[in-house]
């Protein structure tokens, strides 16, 4: 049984489900703690999907348990569906677009897709405008890098939002020196700071950009730094052989 595919198709068929949870969790906006409408429609759709739910979790009006089935692996997933306050937002606006000077509520880091785990279809030509103006890569080693669907000539993407940045979690990019290079590109060195171990470089690589017209730029490339002192072991490991690929992961 090809799994991949089973994923694939249940996600193509509940996608319209999907996208309006999505949507609708966007328009409410209800920040956290008091997402009285917004977890009743999460509560009302697991319910129709024929999920058992148990509300009010731990004296939390908005917090709730669905489960489905039995035995085993147990699947768990999170989901977060709370707004920013102060942080307005229309729909459909890849620019600050407040639809309401001042306020109330708005999703900013994606919670509304967090909570569902919406997957959309970009057009062919519209992601791979995007994707080449900054990364240097041909139309046929991006479609077979990406999940790219030929018949209908989109590629699958899922929105990430910016809840983990800057988290103590996780390593965030801090460019400590630049030079220009004969071919007119850059090159940044970049600490990757890790605060929950209080240390400002967790790493160190080297990013090197090519300036584009209009205050944009291409990446060109990205390397580790040689050095055996130049990372902490915690987040860095060399990238598995095919053979250990393989003996990991099977030929698929």
Same mark, same amino acid.
């Given at each position: ?98 639809? &309401?000077?001042? *306020? ?5 880091? !994606?919670?509304?897709? +967090?909570? =569902?785990? @919406? %997957? /959309? ?52 990019? &801090?460019?400590? *020196? ?5 071919? !007119?590109?850059?090159? +940044?060195? =970049?600490? @990757? %700071? /890790? ?58």
């Amino acid at each position: 049984m090809n799994y991949k595919q089973l994923i694939e198709d249940a996600v193509q068929e509940k996608s319209s489900v999907i996208l309006e949870l999505s949507d609708r969790t966007f328009d409410l906006a209800e920040v956290g703690f008091r997402e009285f409408k917004t977890v009743q429609l999460y509560i009302d759709a697991l319910k129709q999907e024929g999920f058992d739910v148990e509300c009010g979790l731990d004296g939390m009006p908005t917090a709730f348990k669905a489960s489905y089935g039995s035995g085993k692996p147990v699947i768990g997933y999170l989901a977060e569906y709370d707004a920013l306050p102060d942080l307005s937002q229309k729909a459909n606006c890849a620019e600050r677009c407040p639809a &309401e000077e001042g *306020g109330p509520n708005g999703h900013g880091c !994606g919670h509304n897709n +967090l909570g =569902v785990g @919406a %997957v /959309y279809q970009i057009p062919g030509e519209e992601f791979e405008q995007v994707i080449q103006t900054y990364l240097h890569i041909d139309r046929e080693t991006l479609r077979s890098k990406a999940v790219y669907f030929p018949e209908e000539g989109v590629y699958e993407y899922k929105p990430r939002g910016l809840h983990e940045a800057e988290s103590a979690d996780v390593p965030y990019p &801090e460019v400590t *020196g630049c030079r220009k290079n004969p071919d !007119g590109t850059f090159t +940044l060195t =970049v600490n @990757a %700071v /890790y605060m929950r171990n209080n240390t400002s470089k967790a790493f160190s690589h080297e990013v090197v950009i090519r300036p584009l017209e209009g205050e944009r730029f291409q990446y060109v490339s990205n390397r580790m730094i040689p050095s055996q002192d130049n990372f902490d072991p915690v987040w860095r490991r060399e990238r598995l052989t095919k053979e250990q690929w393989e003996e990991f992961y099977g030929e698929n």
